[in-house]
């Protein structure tokens, strides 16, 4: 049974040498998007502000924001002067810094660490102001930034953005990947100090085979001998839209009963309808809605190479579905709870995987158990976002030690 002194902050370890809880933290999260557009690292960061509030932790947020907030979101947000990203991305806001203003909160909130989750203009002022004040930054890695040039017309540009990701990142103490694999790709790319895991969770109360609902199923036309595959995310270039539709269309000879299941909506949902405009387009879900539609898909296919994990991945697996993905993901592992057609696969080679898996039942549904029962007993969020408080801790350790504090 767990020791009652534990209580002052729950969930914290015991100092070996008071025998009390530590003191609780002062965290500053800087952030391009915390609440304006429902996205996995948006999620993510509020499920964390969610539990350093509940271990009574203090937070000041500090983020880019829209009209109004996209979803009910954790703490209070100091928003951060933006403008529209221009062209067809214009969900998206460019933080344009911390004013002096937001400088003096944070000098009179002192924080013991500061937490950027992009490394973009406004993460880069907030790296400035930690360098200046001596206070430890670490940053979570949620996106390949560095890939999106190659899907607007400006593939030249990868190079020095990952020329610039490289620099910011080692500027940190700490970074976070969510993957083991993504961890290592970073290393053998030089791209942050020292790395961690803040590995990702899945509320399992909600997103489980128990979702499933034929009946709701057959409402959208599907019949029951149908092998429905489905994308769950954001509709743009980046998720990799274009090669899910080539991809499914590719299979129709060989694997006549595979359809689509599109959840989500984005400025390109006109553009992927004009691709596949057989898969069924049921946009935006949330909840209970959204487990629903997980479970109720046969196979889950995530093609995208700018996700450093893909939270809908494992949400996929905790409804048992066999997950079909580009590799390496941390989530998915080959032959077991899915199939990886590797970093630079083609429409063609998803295809001939997804015929694979439609023409083998039990193979779908070993893979859909496995994947079910590796999320069920790795992916918890208390344990996970415990485990990113105790990285906290050792970075200030670490940062006030070296420069002998």
């Keep these: 049974m767990e020791n009652a002194t534990q209580t002052d902050t729950p969930g914290a370890p015991l100092s070996p040498e008071t025998g009390t809880a530590p003191a609780p933290l002062r965290v500053a999260l800087i952030s391009c998007n915390y609440n304006y557009i429902f996205d996995g690292a948006a999620m993510s960061q509020n499920r964390l502000v969610a539990h350093l509030l509940e271990r009574e932790h203090e937070v000041m947020i ?87 040039p190659r ?36 290393a053998r790319e030089g791209i942050g100090r020292e790395l961690r895991l803040w590995r ?45 539709a080539d991809a499914v269309r590719l299979t129709a000879q060989e694997a006549p009963k595979l359809r ?17 405009p057989e898969g069924v387009f049921i946009g935006h879900q949330s909840g209970a809605d959204l487990a629903r539609a997980y479970a109720s898909a046969d196979i889950f296919f995530n093609p995208s190479i700018s996700e450093t994990a893909g939270n809908v991945t494992l ?6 579905l066999p997950c079909l993905a580009a590799g390496p993901i941390g989530f998915v592992r080959d032959g ?13 080679d998803y295809a001939s995987k997804l015929v694979q898996l439609a023409g083998d039942p039990a193979s779908r549904a070993a893979m859909g158990a496995a994947g079910h029962a590796k999320a069920l007993s790795e992916h918890h969020w208390p ?23």
């Design 62 to 148: 500090f983020a880019a924001t829209g009209k109004a907030p996209a979803f009910e979101h954790a703490g209070t947000v100091t928003p951060v002067p933006s403008v529209r990203l221009p062209g067809k991305r214009g969900e998206y806001r460019i933080g344009l810094g911390l004013t002096a203003q937001s400088r003096a909160r944070l000098d009179a909130f002192g924080p013991d660490l500061i937490h950027i989750a992009t490394p973009d203009y406004t993460g880069l002022t907030a790296l400035s102001y930690a360098d200046r004040r001596r206070i430890p930054v670490v940053s979570s890695f949620h996106t390949r930034f560095d890939t999106y």
């Design 383 to 405: 344990t996970i976002l415990d485990e990113v408080i105790d990285h906290y801790r050792d970075a200030i350790r670490g940062y006030h030690g070296d420069r002998g504090s």
């Design 315 to 320: 949400e996929a697996m905790a409804c048992a």
């Design 336 to 348: 077991e709870t899915g199939l990886l057609a590797g970093q630079g696969a083609t429409a063609a």
């Design 200 to 244: 990702r969770g899945v509320d399992h109360a909600l997103f489980n085979p128990e979702r499933r609902d034929m009946a709701w199923r057959r409402g959208l036309g599907f019949v029951d001998d149908d092998v429905v595959v489905a994308f769950v995310g954001r509709l743009v270039l980046e998720k990799g839209i274009d090669i899910f």
């Design 260 to 276: 689509a299941l599109i959840v989500g909506d984005g400025p390109e949902s006109a553009r992927f309808e004009a691709r596949l």
């Design 151 to 186: 899907y607007y017309g400006a593939a030249w540009l990868e190079k020095y953005v990952t020329r610039y990701m490289r620099w910011f990142y080692r500027r940190c103490v700490h970074v976070y990947p969510p993957v083991p694999p993504m961890l290592d790709e970073l």
